[in-house]
């Protein structure tokens, strides 16, 4: 972790009159086991932009809500912001981070899912958001011309695809977000960016992952996930939300390591050419 991040952690840590535990290994977000005056334990998550209270705040609402459905989300104390960074507080949960996905454990985590399809009380025009989100990358990242008409193309069958807007997002569903014990799921974390749209895309985001990491992920697992994603996504919502994910990723990529992300979509678009 970046010794600034350190100190952004320090000065929520003595803000709140917590106690450090111990730094979890990075992640998007990065993360700490702190403790209370009580003596009770809370994951604490810290970043270097306040303006993302709002959809933490959002996030954290939609783990509620399906929380008290019986679903392995984590509860929620508080999201606040400073001048410099959002940060939230939640409980831990058990388990160990899914490393290799079974048979099982995917026919779990298609369920947990299709849990989502629950009406939030909130909504997003999801498909207006992510077309533009999408061909914004599309315009933004340089890429080969044969993976551009790809990815225009499955945006153009997208275009007038009948999305969801109000069912829940977790928004970085996939096994590494998982938590087990033993053949069971017992938590699903990193709630962060989740909100109103079309649950569909957790369940697009979970094959995705299990397929671009097929060294993670049995066979039949594999088979599972993909058919229930093919059962629940007409073409044209499978296309524009895979073109998405895609672009998704090389934007991140490009962001970090830019003379990788063509190489990347290339073989994204390749390995999934027969979603599109």
């Known amino acids: 972790m970046p010794a600034d991040q350190h100190h952004h952690f320090d000065q929520v840590i003595s803000m709140l009159r917590l106690r450090l535990v111990r ?7 990065g993360a700490a086991l702190v403790s209370d005056s009580r003596g009770q334990e809370w994951v604490l998550k810290v970043q270097p932009r306040p303006e993302l209270e709002t959809k933490w705040t959002t996030g954290a609402e939609m783990a509620a809500l399906l929380h008290a459905t019986g679903y392995p989300s984590p509860r929620y104390r508080d999201v606040g912001r400073t001048d410099q960074v959002v940060w939230s507080l939640q409980e831990p949960l058990p388990g160990t981070v899914v490393g290799h996905v079974t048979e099982p ?3 779990q985590l298609v369920t947990l899912a299709r849990r989502h399809a629950t009406d939030c009380g909130q909504s997003r025009p999801w498909r207006d958001d992510a077309i533009r989100s999408a061909r ?3 315009a933004d990242i340089p890429l080969d011309g044969p993976d551009v008409a790809v990815l225009e193309l499955a945006l153009d069958r997208g275009a007038q695809a009948e999305l969801l807007e109000t069912t829940i997002v977790h928004g970085d569903f996939h096994h590494h977000n998982a938590l087990t014990d033993g053949d069971g799921i017992v938590g699903v974390f990193d709630w962060d960016l989740a909100g109103p749209g079309d649950w569909r895309f957790d369940l697009v985001m979970l094959a995705f992952g299990c397929s671009i990491q097929a060294d993670s992920c049995d066979p039949e697992a594999l088979d599972h996930i993909t058919t229930a994603m093919r059962n ?8 524009l939300m895979t073109a998405c994910q895609i672009l998704r990723i090389a934007s991140m990529t490009f962001a970090r390591k830019p003379a990788r992300a063509p190489a990347i979509v290339s073989q994204l678009t390749k390995a999934l050419a027969s979603w599109l």
């Open 232 to 239: 629940e996504c007409p073409h044209d919502v499978l296309a």
């Open 105 to 107: 454990i995917a026919t």
């Open 136 to 138: 914004g990358w599309l």
């Open 23 to 29: 730094h979890f290994a990075d992640g998007v977000f």
